[in-house]
């Protein structure tokens, strides 16, 4: 079983829309991070949320983490070719040493 | 700085071969993980060491053992591969964060293996 749900896994969108993507568990996180990997490299950090309720901006993308920190989001605004990638959201357990990983949502942004 | 190094790149085995991957970083970090990453499956944690010397069980440790002799190198090692263990390993180096756990992980690019 997958201790973090994320959805969709998979999205095609035209350059210039929207896009909300979703990382969800029945468990509880000290920490929640989003990760953008690109073909043939690692995942690399977007950003890490820590507080219940908490919003960080990083220029067109918006991350919430869910008021009982259990759930976030990754919002694009305006979205670009340059977005595409693999979307990949990692909580730490409250107490554990490492990080879970959901499936990741694959986002491609048609010119 | 280097960050985080993995080697080979690409290695394809034999049913019942062995090997080892190797994965270095040079940010000093305690915390060091090996993953895979399959189709749909995200990534999954093989083993990791939260310090030299130290290892631990992940969520998919069959078939794989790791050492870690010296704080900047985790070493993945496959006693005798099958066709299952082919996937894109990923090693990832991190610093304690809050409540113990890792606050962030720098990923290596990542070795593609398959067995034949």
């Known amino acids: 079983t997958q201790l973090l749900e994320q959805s969709p896994q998979f999205l095609s969108i035209q350059e210039g829309e929207n896009l909300t993507v979703y990382c969800n568990s029945s468990?509880?996180?000290?920490?929640l991070q989003w990760y953008r990997q690109e073909p043939g490299e690692g995942p690399v950090l977007l950003v890490t949320?820590?507080?219940?309720?908490e919003v960080k901006k990083l220029k067109r993308l918006t991350f919430q983490f869910g008021d009982a920190r259990k759930d976030s989001s990754l919002h694009i605004t305006a979205a670009q070719p340059g977005d595409t990638g693999l979307y990949l959201c990692?909580?730490?357990?409250?107490?554990?040493?490492?990080?879970?990983f959901g499936q990741g949502t694959r986002l491609t942004i048609n010119p | 700085n280097a960050g985080v190094t993995q080697t080979p790149k690409f290695r394809v085995l034999k049913t019942g071969q062995s090997m080892t991957l190797l994965c270095a970083q040079d940010?000093?970090?305690?915390?060091m993980y090996w993953y895979r990453q399959d189709p749909g499956m995200g990534l999954r944690l093989i083993h990791y060491?939260?310090?030299?010397?130290?290892?631990a069980k992940g969520e998919v440790p069959d078939g794989y053992n790791v050492s870690r002799l010296k704080k900047q190198n985790f070493l993945l090692g496959l006693e005798s591969a099958a066709p299952s263990q082919t996937s894109v390993y990923f090693c990832?180096?991190?610093?304690?964060?809050?409540?113990?756990?890792?606050?962030?992980?720098?990923f290596g690019p990542g070795t593609r293996l398959t067995v034949l």
């Open positions: 060491s939260v310090g030299e010397g130290t290892t």
């Open positions: 949320v820590v507080t219940g309720g």
């Open positions: 468990s509880v996180f000290s920490s």
């Open positions: 990692a909580g730490t357990a409250q107490g554990a040493q490492k990080l879970v």
């Open positions: 990832a180096s991190g610093e304690r964060g809050l409540a113990g756990g890792t606050d962030t992980q720098y």
């Open positions: 940010m000093n970090h305690e915390y």
